[in-house]
C-alpha cells in the first residue's frame, strides 16, 4: 500500500483518518457501536451527522460516506457506494475526494430544499453549495420513488406544478456548516 498523509502524519486506515479529523470534541462526538457496520459522527454545534459505513475488519475499504442533518429531509448522497472498490479504497487520492466532500458539512454548510405533496415528503434537492450554482442531489420520498417511475408523465407534470406553486409545499432550510469560521478566528 502506498503512504497516506492526514494533516501531515502517515495514517494507515480510514479509522485513523476519522479519529484524526473529528478529533476536535468542541465540534465532535464519534459514536462507533461494535454492533454495527458503520461510524457516526456527530456534530455539537448543530443537527448534522457524518456517516461512515462499512469499514470491516481492517479499515482499508470504506463502502460510503454521507451527511445529513435531522433538521431537513435533504441528505448529501452516495459518495463511494456506486463503486466502493474503487473510490472507497484507502488511498491518498480518496481520502482527499473524502475530505474535500466533507468541507460541504463541516465549514461550509448546505441548503435542502424539501418538496411535500399534502403531508407527504415527495422530494428534496440538496446543494452542497449555498449560492445553488452546482446541481443539486436528487432525493426522491419513499412512498413516491416507484410511483414516478411508473408514472412518469404524471410526474413531469407534478414536478412543474410544484416548481411554480400551484400544489404542494416547498421548504428551503440552510444548514449551518459546523465549524463557523467567521466565529473561530
Same mark, same amino acid.
Given at each position: 500500500m502506498d503512504r497516506v498523509v492526514f494533516n501531515g502524519q502517515q495514517i494507515s486506515n480510514w479509522l485513523?483518518?476519522?479519529?484524526?479529523?473529528?478529533?476536535?470534541?468542541?465540534?465532535?462526538?464519534?459514536? *462507533?457501536k461494535a454492533d454495527e457496520v458503520f461510524i457516526i459522527v456527530n456534530s455539537l454545534t448543530n443537527k448534522t451527522k457524518i456517516w461512515f459505513y462499512g469499514l470491516g475488519d481492517t479499515g482499508l475499504l470504506l463502502t460510503d460516506c454521507q451527511y445529513s442533518s435531522d433538521e431537513c429531509q435533504g441528505w #448529501?448522497?452516495?459518495?463511494?457506494?456506486?463503486?466502493?472498490?474503487?473510490?472507497?479504497?484507502f488511498t491518498q487520492e480518496n481520502l482527499n475526494t473524502i475530505d474535500e466532500i466533507l468541507d460541504t458539512p463541516i465549514y461550509k454548510g448546505w441548503i435542502s430544499v424539501d418538496y411535500y405533496l399534502g403531508d407527504s415528503f415527495y422530494k428534496s434537492l440538496t446543494y452542497a453549495d449555498k449560492d445553488k450554482t452546482k446541481p443539486p442531489f436528487k432525493y426522491v420520498g419513499s412512498k413516491f420513488g416507484c410511483v #414516478?417511475?411508473?408514472?412518469?408523465? =404524471?410526474?413531469?407534470?407534478? *414536478?412543474f406544478l410544484l416548481? =411554480?406553486?400551484? =400544489?404542494?409545499?416547498?421548504?428551503?432550510?440552510? =444548514?449551518?456548516?459546523?465549524i463557523n469560521k467567521r466565529n473561530d478566528v
Open positions: 485513523d483518518y476519522i479519529l484524526m479529523k473529528f478529533a476536535d470534541q468542541d465540534y465532535f462526538e464519534i459514536e *462507533n #448529501s448522497g452516495e459518495t463511494c457506494a456506486v463503486d466502493c472498490n474503487k473510490y472507497g479504497t #414516478s417511475i411508473i408514472l412518469f408523465p =404524471i410526474f413531469i407534470v407534478i *414536478n416548481k =411554480i406553486g400551484l =400544489i404542494g409545499n416547498k421548504t428551503e432550510i440552510t =444548514i449551518d456548516p459546523i
